[in-house]
């Protein structure tokens, strides 16, 4: 084939699927569905999980301040259900433990 007949037989593909994107529907457009009431529920609170953070800030404002934690959910306890494991940060900067203000919490594996 040609360089010619290859430019005609890209320019009638591309025409093809241009007017068959075109097509008009003689079908009428259905009806919208209803909007779900909720789709996500926050039921944090109400299952124990209550978290928060410690990024280790030392006031020098390393990187690992602003990285939120840790998170995994996997079966610990294999019972069938998702577990959550989230983990802490540490003190930055080679300050001691003792600096952080307020205190961290640990490591939190709640159970169920």
């Known amino acids: 084939m040609t ?3 290859e430019r005609k037989a890209r320019a009638a593909c591309l025409a093809f699927f ?7 529907s003689s079908r009428s457009s259905p009806a919208p569905a209803a ?20 990024n280790g800030m030392s006031g020098d404002f390393y990187y690992p301040e602003i990285m939120p934690p840790g998170v995994a959910l996997f ?15 540490q003190m930055l900067g080679g300050k001691p433990i003792s600096a952080a203000k307020p205190p961290p919490p640990s490591d939190w594996l709640p159970r169920d």
Do not use: M, W
């Not at 241009?18 to 008009?24: G, L, M, R, V």
């Not at 789709?39 to 928060?52: C, K």
């Not at 079966?75 to 940060?89: I, K, T």
């Open 3 to 5: 360089r010619i007949h």
């Open 18 to 24: 241009f007017f068959a994107a075109c097509k008009s």
């Open 35 to 54: 909007a779900p009431t909720e789709f996500f529920s926050e039921r944090a609170h109400d299952t124990g999980l209550d978290f928060v953070h410690f």
């Open 75 to 89: 079966d610990y306890d294999n019972d069938g259900d998702l577990d959550v494991f989230v983990v802490q940060g």
